[in-house]
């Protein structure tokens, strides 16, 4: 009895939390599907890129594909460009995987901007339209792009998709004001980008960029929720969490270090992902950090393969990458991922 209370008070939560998504005039048209899917210096002899306007390879998938964004560097820190199917050895809980999905640069990108406008971010607004604004600019053909506005509601300003005029629009109508549903905003826009992803068999990355200035205050999903909810989708989630040097010089004459919970959950969330997180004190670090980012996303590796485990018992499945017979090259992707649930399991424990 109290097990189906607590099922139905977390469905009223999730579905709280998805009331609140508020859709301007923009998002009325229909969006396209979206489907699978300090800065270090990149070798761009080895790194071929895809200028906008030239044609796209679609990459199509199977139902069961574990997909897997594999970001490859160097001991120097440097991205390695040029790995072919054969150097990558892919081990999901410790069992050697078949790669049969394999993609380098040429494979297009959906990638989410989210943007905190709670009030805390009166006075920043300006450099932080210009820096996101600039990073469309590293977009390249194929790729699109929405853009979600976070404050007590979550809004999409700009639907999925490639007219990079209007997604630079929409990040120059953002205004501060209300709180910062950090954690509504990035669960909705990862449920969204999933449900894209199904709709569609192309192969597509994903990836999502968030910005914000602190501590969530009014989100209905909890922080344990976003990250079940990261785990099962694959999609990367990049963090970008401005610092307050007041507070970081307080803790420093104080005699301890600077901690902060809001922090330690977003560096997490990363990590889980596969993804980085970045923790600039100054707003004049945002350009650079965007642009490292951009960096990162089109040298990665798309990896996809089928799991040898045939169970679909809800599990955590544990997955490590690695580059055969190439000392000193390291891989990040995603930590794991959460398996599908049959339905007559789900029924069973429910």
Do not use: W
Not at 5 to 31: E, F
Not at 125 to 142: E, I, K, N
Not at 299 to 318: E, H, L, V
């Amino acid at each position: 009895m109290t097990r189906s209370i607590l099922l139905v008070v977390c469905a009223l939560v999730a579905a709280d939390a998805r009331a609140q998504v508020q859709r301007t005039d923009a998002q009325a048209a229909p969006t396209s599907s979206v489907t699978t899917g300090a800065s270090s210096p990149t070798d761009r002899s080895q790194a071929p890129t895809t200028p906008r306007g030239s044609a796209t390879t679609t990459f199509r998938s199977g139902v069961d594909l574990v997909a897997l964004n594999v970001v490859v560097t160097d001991a120097d820190q440097k991205y390695v460009a040029g790995l072919s199917p054969a150097d990558f050895a892919v081990f999901e809980d410790g069992i050697q995987q078949d790669v049969s999905f394999f993609g380098a640069t040429e494979v297009p990108l959906d990638l989410a901007i989210l943007l905190d406008t709670s009030a805390s971010m009166t006075g920043k607004m300006s450099l932080v339209q210009r820096a996101a604004a600039g990073f469309l600019s590293t977009l390249r053909h194929g790729d699109r792009t929405t853009i979600v506005d976070i404050k007590d509601a979550t809004r999409v300003l700009f639907p999925l998709g490639d007219d990079l005029a209007a997604a630079r629009a929409a990040i120059m109508s953002t205004t501060p004001r209300g709180g910062t549903a950090l954690y509504n905003g990035t669960y909705l826009t990862l449920k969204e980008l999933a449900k894209q992803r199904r709709a569609n068999t192309d192969v597509r990355r994903q990836a999502i960029v968030v910005l914000s200035d602190g501590d969530d205050t009014a989100s209905l999903i909890s922080y344990d929720d976003l990250m079940d909810t990261a785990k099962q989708s694959g999609i990367a989630i990049y963090t970008i969490t401005l610092r307050s040097k007041y507070l970081v010089t307080l803790a420093a004459q104080r005699g301890h270090s600077y901690f902060s919970q809001s922090e330690f959950g977003m560096k997490a969330l990363a990590q889980e992902t596969g993804a980085r997180s970045f923790f600039p004190m100054d707003i004049a670090e945002l350009p650079g950090i965007y642009s490292a980012i951009a960096e990162e996303l089109a040298t990665q590796y798309a990896i996809g393969y089928s799991s040898k485990n045939p169970r679909q018992d809800g599990a955590y499945r544990r997955v490590i990458v690695r580059i055969a017979d190439r000392p000193g090259i390291k891989t990040r992707t995603r930590a794991g991922y959460l398996a599908a649930r049959s339905a007559v399991r789900a029924a069973v424990t429910n």
